[in-house]
């Protein structure tokens, strides 16, 4: 199953014993593949989210997968870092994966499929965008934009080509 949002509802929960008091707490507990832009860690856990960064450990991936990630309910794979499935076999819990690229080709599909593990991705979200930033570096290239002002900053003077020849 597939879908493009991941919404608040939606989070997959887990529940932990919290110190030998007997008190639940309900949390998400979320892994990180990759180290991604401080903002977006600051963004989730303060959403609640429990975030797990293997990056800063000094444990092995493996190491840390086997120590940590037992009761990991979500993946957010920023980039596009393999999810195969011998890192879908050390996530016993998980529930969904959500990838912030538009392709799949990184992620094991037929094993979350058989799993019933939910891959969301931002679906034609950045489609516009690239779009638009491919037509910009088109004019740049052909009006000769960034080469001019490189060579305005060189302090060349003069009749300066805006188009190609």
Request: hydrophobic share 40%; proline share 4%.
């Amino acid at each position: 199953r597939k879908c493009n949002r991941f919404s608040r509802n939606s989070r997959a929960r887990i529940t932990e014993t919290t110190g030998g008091r007997g008190m639940e707490q309900q949390r998400t507990v979320l892994f990180l593949r990759r180290y991604p832009f401080k903002a977006l860690t600051d963004a989730l856990e303060s959403h609640g989210l429990q975030v797990l960064k293997p990056w800063e450990s000094h444990l092995t991936l493996d190491a840390f997968l086997s120590s940590h990630c037992g009761g990991v309910r979500a993946v957010l794979v920023y980039g596009l870092v393999p999810i195969d499935s011998a890192l879908l076999q050390k996530l016993p819990s998980l529930g969904v994966v959500v990838t912030t690229s538009i392709g799949l080709d990184h992620i094991d599909l037929p094993t979350c499929r058989s799993r019933g593990i939910i891959v969301a991705n931002s679906g034609d979200f950045y489609t516009e965008d690239a779009a638009d930033y491919a037509v910009g570096l088109l004019l740049d290239v052909l009006r000769r934009i960034s080469a001019s002002e490189r060579l305005l900053r060189r302090g060349v003077r003069g009749d300066v080509p805006l188009a190609c020849r």
